[in-house]
């Protein structure tokens, strides 16, 4: 009977080291499966703070960027066809720092949740598997992994719609440099165009300065044979035949005179558009920005009556000047100075004029209603 007792003794004793060893064992485990949840813990509220709450709504005004698609024509269009490029653009992709899901230490808890539990705390059986209880729905693990798969889902559709209408844009920027470029031929012969319009004018100036020199001459001329003829009169019995032949010269200077009167008043016209551009403006406020767009640099200026006078002339016949001139804007301690512009395109029958922003020169952000001034 002793020996049978030292036998179980001697059982039970390695029995109890085994178990010690699969504890020991165990207890490392649950350490580690603890600290792995603690990290995925930790790691999922810090996504939270990176994926965004909602998508952004569509804004009830979309954005507008009309493109002149009039034929180039011999004639002022006052009021051209467009086409507005950014009538399918999504705005809404633009707008930035959406609210996160910003988890706290209450999404925390409820990411240790992974069953379900009835009002009285107790795990509810699934019915679709027995033996298993719910782990999806409110108040569980699930639900907050739920949600960060479908804001992710939401998000990745956002990227690619994104993706695709950053291709489209190239698209279209690419056509719109293809158009800009085949205006630029053109330009340019019209250009030399108008360079030899001018040499041309130049040398009418100088033909109608030397004819009226001519017709000068033929004004004294015609002054010395009408002294001549007076004293003919009174030997017209002695040199009838010479006074006869000086009545026909008389009467051949007289046509010539007047070709020569009709051809100086036939260049005597003015010639349309041919007035110089302006190289500077009176000192003063001259007008004030009516558009500012100061991610491609550029400003629509509503210049008053006089400053459109004095930069094109009082028929608006004058080429528009590529002048500078300054900005500032009205503050509480008085003017503040803004930057510069040079002026670029001016619209036809109107006083506004599209002008550039020079970056060197900005202090602040160009707004609508900056007052445009000269120095």
């Given at each position: 009977m002793n020996k049978v007792l030292h036998a179980l003794v001697y059982v039970i004793l390695a029995v109890s080291g085994v178990a010690l060893f699969f504890e020991m064992n165990l207890f490392d485990k649950k350490a580690l499966l603890a600290d792995r949840n603690r990290q995925l813990e930790d790691y999922l509220?810090?996504?939270s703070f990176f994926i965004?709450?909602?998508?952004?709504?569509?804004?009830?005004?979309?954005?507008?960027?009309?493109?002149?698609?009039?034929?180039?024509e011999a004639k002022e269009v006052e009021v051209p066809e467009t086409e507005n490029l950014l009538e399918d653009y999504p705005v809404q992709f633009e707008e930035a720092n959406r609210e996160t899901l910003n988890w706290d230490d209450k999404e925390r808890i409820q990411m240790r949740k992974l069953y379900k539990l009835d009002g009285e705390g107790k795990r509810i059986p699934d019915p679709a598997n027995p033996g298993d209880f719910v782990k999806k729905g409110p108040d569980t693990a699930a639900e907050l992994l739920d949600v960060v798969i479908t804001r992710a889902k939401d998000q990745q559709t956002t990227l690619n719609r994104t993706r695709a209408e950053l291709s489209s844009l190239r698209s279209r920027l690419e056509t719109l440099v293809a158009d800009y470029n085949k205006l630029k031929p053109p330009a340019r012969a019209d250009k030399i165009l108008i360079e030899e319009l001018k040499?041309?004018?130049?040398?009418?100036?100088?033909?109608?300065?030397n004819?009226?020199?001519?017709?000068?001459?033929?004004k004294g001329q015609i002054e010395d044979l009408n002294a001549e003829v007076t004293s003919l009169k009174d030997e017209v019995t002695q040199a009838k035949e010479e006074t006869e032949?000086?009545?026909?010269?008389?009467?051949k200077s007289q046509k010539l005179v007047e070709q020569l009167k009709k051809l100086i008043q036939q260049n005597q016209r003015p010639a349309a558009g041919s007035g110089a551009a302006v190289t500077s403006l009176s000192a003063g406020n001259k007008g004030k920005l009516v558009e500012?767009?100061?991610k491609y640099m550029f400003a629509i200026v509503e210049f008053d009556d006089d400053a459109i006078k004095e930069l094109l002339g009082p028929e608006r016949q004058n080429a528009l000047p590529?002048?500078?001139?300054g900005l500032r804007r009205k503050g509480a301690d008085g003017d503040v100075y803004v930057g510069r512009i040079r002026l670029r395109q001016a619209v036809a029958g109107k006083n506004f004029?599209?002008?550039?922003?020079?970056?060197?020169?900005?202090?602040?952000?160009?707004?609508?209603?900056?007052?445009?001034?000269s120095e």
């Open positions: 509220i810090k996504v965004e709450k909602t998508d952004a709504a569509k804004p009830a005004t979309l954005p507008e960027a009309k493109k002149d698609i009039s034929p180039v040499a041309k004018i130049a040398q009418l100036e100088s033909d109608k300065a004819l009226e020199e001519q017709v000068k001459k033929l032949g000086v009545k026909e010269d008389l009467a500012a767009n100061n590529f002048l500078e001139l004029v599209v002008a550039d922003i020079l970056g060197d020169w900005q202090q602040l952000p160009a707004e609508a209603g900056d007052v445009v001034f």
